[in-house]
C-alpha cells in the first residue's frame, strides 16, 4: 500500500479559498458589478428574485448573493441569464468602471489589483438603487407620451432648483 503524500499545510488545516474575493475578504468588485447588472436587469423587467430564480432553477436566495456578489456566477449561468433577461452576455459587463477592471482575480492573487481604491468600488451606484429603477420602471410604465414628457420637465425642474439651493 502506498504512503499518503505529504500535505503542504498541517494535518486538518484547510487553506484558505478566496474563491477570488479580495484579500479583506470582500467580494470581487467584478463580481459585484456583473450582479448588480443582473439586478438591474430584473429590477426594469419586473422581475422578482424568485421567479428569476425559478426560470433558471435556483432560490432567490441564491439570486440574493449572485446580485450581491457574494457568489460567483460561471459561464453557463450566466449564459442562462442573459437568456432570461433578454440581454447579451456582454450587458453584464457594460459600463464595468476601469477601477473594477483593475480587480481582476489575477490582478488580486499577483498583488497588482487597485486596492487603494478598494471603498470606493463599494459604494452604491444611483443607477442600480432600488429607488432609481421603480422610478424608471414606473415612468416607462406611463402610456401617454404627453403626460410621460411632462414628468421628465418636472424631475429637470425640481433637480435644477436643488442645485441652486446648494
Do not use: W
Amino acid at each position: 500500500m502506498a504512503k499518503p503524500k505529504p500535505s503542504p499545510t498541517p494535518a486538518g488545516v484547510r487553506r484558505p479559498s478566496n474563491r477570488g474575493r479580495l484579500p479583506s475578504g470582500q467580494p470581487n468588485p467584478i463580481d459585484v458589478h456583473v450582479g448588480g447588472r443582473v439586478r438591474l436587469r430584473r429590477t426594469l423587467m419586473g422581475l422578482s428574485q424568485e421567479k428569476l430564480g425559478e426560470a433558471i432553477g435556483l432560490t432567490f436566495q441564491q439570486v440574493q448573493k449572485y446580485e450581491r456578489g457574494a457568489n460567483r456566477i460561471g459561464a453557463s449561468r450566466l449564459f442562462d441569464l442573459s437568456r432570461v433577461l433578454d440581454v447579451p452576455v456582454s450587458f453584464f459587463y457594460d459600463d464595468m468602471a476601469e477601477g473594477t477592471k483593475d480587480n481582476s482575480p489575477v490582478a488580486v492573487r499577483r498583488g497588482s489589483a487597485g486596492l487603494a481604491e478598494e471603498p470606493a468600488v463599494f459604494e452604491r451606484d444611483p443607477l442600480t438603487r432600488r429607488e432609481t429603477l421603480e422610478l424608471v420602471r414606473a415612468y416607462y410604465s406611463i402610456v401617454d407620451p404627453q403626460v410621460r414628457r411632462r414628468v421628465y420637465e418636472l424631475a429637470k425642474a425640481l433637480a435644477a432648483v436643488g442645485e441652486v439651493k446648494k
